[in-house]
């Protein structure tokens, strides 16, 4: 077993606003370029222009239609993937410690040389967000494009998530979490964000900015902005157990 860090330095993550997402997949799309060009081997992808296409994805988005108990029924386009928790499961589970947790930063990564694709990081996650790759037969996750953030050799805006870099409507919010005057961490406060099934106890840097309710004039939703809307995250729950 792995034992985790008491505390990091910082809590790098995303906020991501379901009320601003419009589930168009640039996200999975720009992800999935960059993370086969640049994170170790390339993601796979298996007959691509086939019957039964599958592959390996890092960020995902699934689309439900919604029916919250304050207003009528509305798509919610909801985006997935690794939320580097502070108790991550994951990380607890390896037995050759290849799944990690940063202390410099919070971001939970796996060393594929001493991952052996056994699949228990995958089990012990809650949120579905590990998957093995059936061609180099290791784990892959989010590493928040850890390979971006941090190169000092591509321009200053785009030292960012490549999701966030290339979602067209700004529903991805990268930042500090442990910063309080961080943009995510004023999204956050602002728009009443929330963790993804708190009840498991990982929790989770990524938060979500819950959609507001579309039945309303827009001064009574505005004032809603600080306050999660009623039934959302039973709503929720059930939604992801379907995925």
């Known amino acids: 077993m792995t034992t985790l860090p008491t505390s990091t330095e ?11 997402c419009v589930g ?22 298996e007959d691509a222009y086939g019957a039964e296409p599958h592959g ?45 947790k940063r202390t410099e930063d919070g971001i939970v990564l796996v060393n594929e ?17 590990r998957e093995l790759d059936q061609l180099s037969g290791v784990m892959k996750k989010c590493t ?18 490549a999701c966030v870099r290339s979602c067209p409507a700004g529903a991805r919010h990268f930042g500090d979490f442990a910063d309080p005057d961080s943009n995510v961490s004023k999204l956050v406060a602002e728009r009443g964000g929330i963790d993804l099934m708190p009840e498991m106890g990982t929790k989770p840097v990524n938060k979500y900015l819950p959609p507001r309710p579309k ?26 157990e379907a995925i």
């Open 10 to 20: 910082k809590k790098l993550g995303l906020a991501i606003d379901l009320d601003t």
């Open 24 to 45: 168009c997949h640039a996200c999975v799309v720009s992800c999935k370029e960059w993370n086969t060009s640049n994170y170790g081997t390339p993601l796979s992808d």
């Open 56 to 100: 390996t994805f890092l960020n995902r988005v699934h689309s439900f239609e919604a029916q919250p108990e304050t207003g009528c029924s509305q798509t919610i386009h909801f985006p997935k993937s690794c939320l580097h928790c502070d108790d991550a499961p994951c990380v607890t589970v390896c037995p050759t410690g290849a799944s990690y």
């Open 113 to 129: 040389d001493d991952c052996m694709g056994c699949g228990l990081c995958a089990w012990a996650c809650p949120y579905g967000a």
């Open 144 to 161: 928040l494009c850890i390979d971006r953030i941090y190169n000092e050799n591509i321009p200053e805006e785009d030292r960012v998530p």
């Open 215 to 240: 039945d309303r004039p827009s001064e009574a939703r505005l004032e809603e902005t600080h306050s999660e809307p009623k039934g959302f995250l039973a709503w929720l729950d059930k939604a992801l």
